[in-house]
């Protein structure tokens, strides 16, 4: 959830640069994901992550926003192991 609401942040800046307002129609899905971040997050590290999200460029957004996450050796293990089967 850190992910979501650094790139949260970015997406303000990126929309204050513009002068781009949030789209009325992208308000409730944008309401359902903060409000699914605040209950995975405290205010503290929501407003760290945010403040890190805002201080992006946007190439760095895009990329951040592209980057995978961190190979979990665990599940590749379990995978290989049941298509050994």
Do not use: C
């Amino acid at each position: 959830m850190e992910k979501a609401a650094r790139l949260f942040g970015a997406s303000e800046a990126l929309r204050k640069a513009l002068g781009t307002p949030l789209p009325g129609s992208y308000r409730a899905n944008y309401e359902r994901n903060l409000s699914s971040i605040r209950k995975q997050l405290d205010q503290a590290s929501i407003a760290a992550a945010w403040a890190k999200g805002r201080a992006m460029t946007m190439e760095q957004a895009i990329t951040y926003a592209l980057e995978e996450p961190p190979h979990d050796r665990r599940r590749s293990e379990v995978s290989v192991a049941q298509s050994d089967r």
